[in-house]
């Protein structure tokens, strides 16, 4: 598929996905530090987060080129990371009265719901073929746009 | 009750006679807070938001109108670049609330700088100029000045952050979705940018926070990350206040020796297996909801330090029993209870996994504990100054090296 023919929302898409795959990348080295100070619980979430991170790497990078599975695996992860905030919004209203942050916020909600709803409008979808892979995959490595 | 609380009333906070506290009156570490005169920046963002609807409408209304109204000079920017438009457009809005929110001083030149650069790139974007070079050089120097700051001290706050946010994803679109593009390479070098601006962010709030703090265990202190005090102007302790923080002190001192050896506090129900570190907590759940407060013989929780291979007793942690439920400070001001907030909890395997980060998260696999219960701390090693603060982390490692050294 010519990435051209995407809808111009997935462009948009890419780039959220992008800083979220850097935010990934921030938390799994804060939890490499978590480490050295409270003990090894954080150990195994640096990894986790590391490969969450190269996840949405190559998945912003596959659906840039078309890719309808990048497309679907993201649906799947933004409704895990939006109902994963969700419970963290409950415990911060129930123990201690107040919401998520203004940042968590924009991190957590508003930019998974914003990913989560364009990739399932229609007229983006339609310029996916259902069921297929990204033609023209690069490496799962930092890559932007295609030329 | 203790013999220290069977003295006094329950003097929670030091001034007030109360029993419970709202969550809300602690004072937290301002990287999880908007600072009041960052209020009127996010009133802006709010606004432009609404604007950025608003003008969206107008330009579909608009699409025949001359060719150099706004609307339709607007109407062609592709989708893509109306996103970075509004972005830096935010950003632009974001430092004019900067401006009139402070006192005239360098920063808000800075912040002055700061709009009129993201209003010149805004600008070049609606009038059809390039854009894109001066957008990267605005960007970046923007983050990397905030940075910077950080670096030297200055405490972020979750309007600086978000700013940050803003810029860094602008960017983004600029160099990573570009019309045309170069190689694998430099668009991995692009992509590779925009996460070492993450980084650098992250990095320097955390930097900033840290150092911005004044230690946060007395009142009138700004906490660092993931510690809350309850309100409050610090005072001198009055004579009574200074003796019952004494007598506090002593029996703490008396009580704990025999868990010195941490095979007695193993006895007593106390989890110290996997100890490490300067600061390991060894808790005792028996104790967490058995109705006694302060009690110097039956604290919550030991901390210990390791001396090379050699455990050494710290201190006490005591807890109170729920979250909201006020500390008795018997001692005033000398022996302020806190609570802490943000905490990162592991699930697989449980655990504390660090502090929320500035980019409002836990690692993903964590929950995020809003708030505990409120505690307090009494260390039981000689020659320490003020036995229920914080312990210099330089004197802990001298001390604990002599006492490595004393074998």
């Known amino acids: 598929m010519n990435h051209n023919s995407l809808h111009p929302t997935v462009q948009i898409v890419s780039i959220l996905v992008l800083v979220q795959a850097g935010i990934s990348v921030v938390s799994s080295i804060e939890a490499s530090f978590a480490t050295l100070a409270f003990g090894p619980a954080a150990g195994g979430l640096a990894l986790v987060n590391l490969a969450l991170a190269g996840l949405l790497f190559a998945l912003a990078n596959r659906l840039r080129h078309g890719s309808d599975r990048a497309r679907r695996t993201i649906r799947f992860v933004e409704v895990f990371v939006i109902v994963w905030a969700l419970f963290d919004l409950a415990l911060a209203l129930g123990l201690a009265g107040r919401s998520i942050e203004l940042v968590g916020l924009t991190t957590r909600i508003v930019m998974p719901v914003y990913v989560w709803r364009a990739l399932r409008r229609s007229d983006v979808k339609a310029t996916f073929r259902p069921g297929q892979d990204a033609v023209a995959i690069e490496a799962p490595v930092l890559t932007g746009a295609a030329a | 009750m203790t013999s220290v609380l069977a003295e006094t009333a329950i003097l929670a906070h030091s001034d007030l006679v109360i029993t419970s506290v709202d969550p809300g009156s602690y004072l937290g570490s301002p990287m999880y807070a908007v600072i009041p005169e960052h209020q009127l920046a996010l009133f802006g963002l ?41 972005l830096v457009t935010s950003s632009a809005v974001i430092h004019l609330g900067l401006v009139l929110g402070h006192e005239p001083s360098g920063f808000s030149l800075a912040y002055l700088i700061g709009t009129a ?127 019952r923080a004494e007598h506090l002190y002593e029996e703490t001192v008396a009580a704990l020796a025999r868990f010195e050896d941490p095979a007695v506090a193993a006895a007593h129900g106390y989890d110290v297996a996997g100890m490490f570190g300067n600061d390991f907590h060894a808790g005792n759940e028996d104790l967490k909801h058995d109705g006694r407060i302060l009690d110097p013989h039956h604290p919550e929780t030991l901390v210990y330090a390791m001396a090379g291979e050699r455990p050494v007793l710290l201190g006490a942690m005591f807890e109170m ?87």
């Open chain 2, 321 to 407: 029993e729920e979250i909201g439920q006020a500390g008795p400070a018997v001692g005033g001001p000398l022996t302020v209870w806190h609570a802490h907030d943000h905490i990162c909890l592991s699930l697989a395997p449980v655990g504390i996994a660090g502090l929320q980060s500035p980019f409002g998260s836990c690692p993903a696999g964590a929950i995020n504990v809003p708030i505990t219960n409120e505690m307090f701390h009494v260390w039981v090693l000689p020659g320490l100054d003020d036995p229920f603060g914080d312990i210099d982390e330089a004197w802990l490692t001298e001390y604990l090296a002599a006492v490595e050294l004393a074998g």
């Open chain 2, 46 to 86: 709010v606004v432009t938001i609404l604007g950025a609807w608003w003008v969206r409408w107008r330009a579909n209304r608009h699409a025949s109108c001359e060719e150099t109204c706004l609307y339709r000079r607007y109407g062609r920017l592709a989708l893509p670049e109306r996103f970075v438009f509004w």
């Open chain 2, 117 to 243: 650069a993201t209003s010149w790139v805004a600008w070049r974007m609606l009038a059809g100029r390039p854009w894109r070079r001066p957008a990267k050089y605005v960007l970046v120097g923007s983050v990397l000045a905030y940075a910077a700051t950080l670096l030297a001290g200055e405490a972020p706050d979750q309007m600086g952050i978000l700013t940050k946010l803003i810029e860094i994803t602008a960017l983004a679109g600029v160099i990573v979705v570009p019309a045309s593009g170069p190689g694998r390479i430099a668009r991995s070098v692009r992509s590779a940018s925009v996460v070492g601006l993450l980084v650098a962010t992250a990095f320097g709030a955390w930097v900033g926070a840290m150092s911005s703090g004044d230690g946060g265990h007395h009142l009138g202190e700004t906490p660092p990350p993931g510690v809350l005090l309850p309100g409050g102007e610090d005072r001198e302790p009055t004579a009574a206040e200074r003796a």
